[in-house]
């Protein structure tokens, strides 16, 4: 082979060790408490170590590649040289468009795996402090994973079953459809090294109300094309957005307007680039 991509998702492959001609890496997000989430706690230090000490150092000269600027500061403040990590922002599918009508009620959609890092038992709390400002607002949410089963019993708790809905996997066009119907999109992940999903909301015209975290500043523009707020006030901030027509409008549209910028054909062009660029280099 002529060149190397080293995709690092928590655990490395140690490429700088072993191949010597153009390479880059890619890392999507650093980890961080997410190792607590998905391991014990003797694994989570050692993942957690791994991942922030141990290293790093393999990979100083190594291009590094991240779809955000969010990531890029904390690989910097792991000690990654600054000249040589790239932020290059995600694309957005071009089939993710406007059309269609919105729902006849108050939709907010949430989609993404059922794992604890999103935090999607927080997202139910919104939802139901937010139906109590506007009664008839409804929180659909695609996707599966482990947390399935917790999720479904928090509902039935709360006895929110009449508005709160697991959608499970659904279909591509149909997802496109769901987005094109609701009112907002939104997130109360701990961690993102993006944030995919409000983005493909966005393309459809509708804004995000999302948890304030790093990876969510890189894909939403507080204030422009939605609203980022701590995971406590997640269910206020969905109300506010849902009560007011003209702020979900400018928002929609200034959300459209950024997404059409994100495309797929732009990241491939700049990853392209920059392997070439090392192989030049090399």
Partial sequence: YDAL?????????????WRRGPRLAFLHHVHGQMWDQILPAPLAWMGRALETRFAPPFYRR??????????????????????????????VDPSFSPGGTR???????AVGRLAPVKR????????????TRVPGMQLHIVGTGPMESA??????????????????????????????RAWVVSSASLAEGWGLTLTEGAACGTP????????HHSSVFDGSTGILVPVEGLGDAIADVLEDHALRSRLGVAAQA????LTWDRVAHDMLGALAAEARRS
């Fill in 5 to 17: 991509v080293e995709v690092w998702n928590g655990v490395p492959w140690f490429s700088p060790v």
């Fill in 62 to 91: 190594t291009l590094v590649l991240t779809p955000s600027d969010a990531t890029r500061e904390e690989l910097l403040e792991l000690g990654f040289r600054a000249q040589r990590v790239q932020a290059i922002p995600n694309g």
């Fill in 103 to 109: 729902a006849e009620f108050p939709l907010v959609l």
């Fill in 120 to 131: 999607f038992e927080a997202l139910v709390d919104a939802a139901v402090v937010a139906r």
């Fill in 151 to 180: 999720l479904r019993q928090q509902i039935a708790a709360a006895g929110a079953e009449e508005y709160v809905h697991l959608l499970g996997r659904v279909e591509h066009d149909d997802l496109i459809a769901l987005y094109r």
């Fill in 208 to 215: 995000a109300v999302a948890t304030d975290i790093r990876g």
């Fill in 258 to 261: 950024r997404a059409a910028t």
